[in-house]
T-cell receptor
Framework: GENVEQHPSTLSVQEGDSAVIKCTYS??????FPWYKQELGKRPQLIID?????GEKKDQRIAVTLNKTAKHFSLHITETQPEDSAVYFC???????????FGKGTTLSVSS | KAGVTQTPRYLIKTRGQQVTLSCSPI?????VSWYQQTPGQGLQFLFE???????NKGNFPGRFSGRQFSNSRSEMNVSTLELGDSALYLC????????????FGQGTRLTVV
């Protein structure tokens, strides 16, 4: 089945720096890749997503890139702020598009 | 528009008991997926329902089951609870998982003692 690897597991940056989180997936049939942000004690919230017919997508300080050939996708956060501190999960949509398989998460800490 | 609602928010059960969790999706959404979240394993897929049919099931024992009603509300049941079942159980709804984004509920925190 699909397997999603996410790195790094923890990431500490200074306010204003950029943060990059990388994920790889195993099933070339996966075609949808969302990113979720989960703050402590709260539900995961969708922050950006990309479909396999697109290479890059931006939304203000957040961008996602997808390399289908290499089967990896990345989340880029620029000008980080303390409120960006959270756990970030990547996911790949698998098995006829009915199962989201998640990476194990990256804990991002932004210090001011 | 109301979000995804999960009840109850917290549960404490004893080993061997069974438990039923409920998820009400966003109005109009027909797909409900369930996930188990633990510190060590992250978010693990349990199953997905669409229009009352289970379309997909993750790698969990048969003690975990679910169903979906005609109004798209879904329940999951865990029988013969084990200590290792302690986790946050999250459901996510979408119009159709295959084509649209999924939105999560707040989750049910299950503690098995």
């Amino acid at each position: 089945g699909e397997n999603v690897e996410q790195h790094p597991s923890t990431l500490s940056v200074q306010e204003g720096d950029s943060a990059v989180i990388k994920c790889t997936y195993s099933d070339s049939a996966s075609n949808y890749f969302p990113w979720y942000k989960q703050e402590l004690g709260k539900r995961p919230q969708l922050i950006i997503d990309i479909r396999s017919n697109v290479g890059e997508k931006k939304d203000q300080r957040i961008a996602v890139t997808l390399n289908k050939t290499a089967k990896h996708f990345s989340l880029h956060i620029t000008e980080t702020q303390p409120e960006d501190s959270a756990v970030y999960f990547c996911a790949a949509l698998h098995q006829a598009g009915t199962a989201l398989i998640f990476g194990k998460g990256t804990t991002l800490s932004v210090s001011s | 528009k109301a979000g995804v609602t999960q009840t109850p928010r917290y549960l404490i059960k004893t080993r061997g008991q069974q438990v039923t969790l409920s998820c009400s999706p966003i109005s109009g959404h027909r797909s409900v997926s369930w996930y188990q979240q633990t510190p060590g394993q992250g978010l693990q897929f349990l199953f997905e329902y669409f229009s009352e049919t289970q379309r997909n099931k993750g790698n969990f024992p048969g003690r975990f089951s679910g169903r979906q009603f005609s109004n798209s509300r879904s329940e999951m049941n865990v029988s013969t609870l084990e200590l290792g079942d302690s986790a946050l159980y999250l459901c996510a709804s979408s119009w159709d998982t295959r084509t649209t984004e999924a939105f999560f509920g707040q989750g049910t925190r299950l503690t098995v003692v």
